[in-house]
C-alpha cells in the first residue's frame, strides 16, 4: 500500500507538557533507591556540561548510567510500560492527541522522533499507536544496561538526517512534521508541512521570522 503521508511527532514539549526523562528516571530512583549513591558524580556531570566539555547526548548518557547501570533488560521494560499506565496520561497535550487521531483517521503514518531514549519513548509509541519509534539508543550487555550511546543524540541536525531517511524510505509521500523547540526547526524546514507547537513567546518570534506555523496544543 502506498504511503501517501508520513506524520513526525517530536515528543517532549511537543506530545508532553514537558521532559520525560527526569519522570522516568525519578520513578525508577523511587523504586531503587539503593542506586542513589551513584548520583555523587551528578555535580562534576553537570559542571563538564556547563563548561562546554561535554554535548546533551553525553549528559543524558551519564545521568542514565548513575541511576540504571546494571538494570535487567526485562525490569526496565516493565518499568516503562508502568510508566506509560501510570505517569505518562497527565503528561500528554490534548492537541497532540487530537492531532494524532486526525492523522490516523486519514491513514497517515505515525512516526515519533525524539531526542529521548529508547529505555521507555517505543513503549510511548505502542502506547499512542505509532506505526514505529525514532529515538537515541543506549547500550546493553547481556541482558544488563550499559548505558552508552548507540546512536547520535536525535537532536537538531540528526533530527533533519531522520526526516531525510524517512523521505527516502516513503518516496513520494508527503512528510508532516510537529516540534515545540528551537532545535526542532532544523528538521522541521526539512519537512513539507511543519508545524511549532506549544512554543514560548521568544520561540515563536523565531518561527515567525522563518515563515513557520505556530499552534498551542496545550488546553
Not at 521532559?19 to 523504586?31: E, I, Q, Y
Not at 563538564?48 to 540504571?68: C, E, N, P, T, W
Not at 552508552?148 to 541536525?157: A, F, S, V
Not at 519537512?191 to 513567546?201: F, G, I, S, T
Request: glycine letters at 8%.
Amino acid at each position: 500500500m502506498t504511503t501517501h503521508r508520513v506524520a513526525v511527532f517530536d515528543l517532549d514539549g511537543t506530545i508532553t507538557r514537558h521532559d520525560t526523562l527526569v519522570p522516568f528516571l525519578t520513578g525508577w530512583a523511587a523504586r531503587h533507591p539503593g542506586q542513589l549513591w551513584h548520583l555523587w558524580r551528578l555535580p562534576f556531570t553537570l559542571s563538564r556540561f556547563a563548561l562546554g566539555l561535554s554535548d546533551r547526548g553525553v549528559l543524558k548518557s551519564s545521568l542514565i548510567r548513575q541511576l540504571m547501570k546494571g538494570a535487567a533488560h526485562d525490569e526496565v521494560c516493565a518499568w516503562a510500560e508502568e510508566f506509560c499506565r501510570s505517569r505518562l496520561p497527565a503528561l500528554l497535550n490534548p492537541g497532540a492527541l487530537a492531532a494524532i487521531e486526525r492523522h490516523r483517521a486519514a491513514g497517515d503514518r505515525l512516526v515519533l522522533l525524539s531526542a529521548s531514549v529508547d529505555l521507555y519513548v517505543p513503549a510511548i509509541g505502542r502506547r499512542l499507536g505509532f506505526d514505529e519509534a525514532i529515538c537515541t539508543g543506549l547500550s546493553w550487555s547481556n541482558g544488563a544496561l550499559e548505558g552508552h550511546l548507540t546512536t547520535d543524540n536525535r537532536r537538531g541536525e540528526e533530527k533533519r538526517r531522520c526526516i531525510e531517511q524517512i523521505r527516502a524510505r516513503f518516496p513520494g509521500a508527503r512528510i508532516a512534521a510537529y516540534g515545540n523547540a528551537v532545535s526542532d526547526f532544523t528538521h522541521l524546514a526539512a519537512a513539507d508541512e511543519p508545524l511549532v507547537v506549544n512554543a514560548n513567546a521568544a520561540t515563536r518570534r523565531r518561527a515567525a521570522s522563518l515563515g513557520l506555523a505556530c499552534e498551542d496544543w496545550r488546553a
